[in-house]
Nanobody, 118 residues
Framework: VQLVESGGGSVQAGGSLRLSCVVSGSGYAYSTTCMGWFRRAPGKERERVATINHDGSADYADSVKGRFTISKDSAKNSLWLQMNSLKPEDTAMYYC???????????WGQGTQVTVSF
């Protein structure tokens, strides 16, 4: 299973970015998985940003609620993260992940960098 992220970049505070993740390969049942976005800022622990279950139910970190939206298209094996009203504290490497349930993520992408400046 391979996960490839894209869409990162540099923006000013208040701007928007849309991250994408495409899943390929075999060995998973997409209809029964949980997918999520995580991030790691320099010197900080990895943080769960948002997850979306196989039934479409989503969960967000308090720090991004109301600003970020996670979505997926099972037919396209794709996951997105729409990020609005970005803040400098959102600066991090963002990772896409997939797992059998939302408490266990087994497959990870290489990450895409998001940098938000003042």
């Amino acid at each position: 299973v391979q996960l490839v992220e894209s869409g990162g970049g540099s923006v000013q505070a208040g701007g928007s970015l849309r991250l994408s993740c495409v899943v390929s390969g075999s060995g998973y049942a997409y209809s029964t998985t949980c997918m999520g976005w995580f991030r790691r800022a320099p010197g900080k622990e990895r943080e769960r940003v948002a997850t979306i279950n196989h039934d479409g139910s989503a969960d967000y970190a308090d720090s991004v609620k109301g600003r970020f939206t996670i979505s997926k298209d099972s037919a396209k094996n794709s996951l997105w993260l729409q990020m609005n009203s970005l803040k400098p504290e959102d600066t991090a490497m963002y990772y896409c992940a997939l797992g059998p349930w939302c408490g266990s993520f087994v497959h990870w992408g290489q990450g895409t960098q998001v940098t938000v400046s003042f």
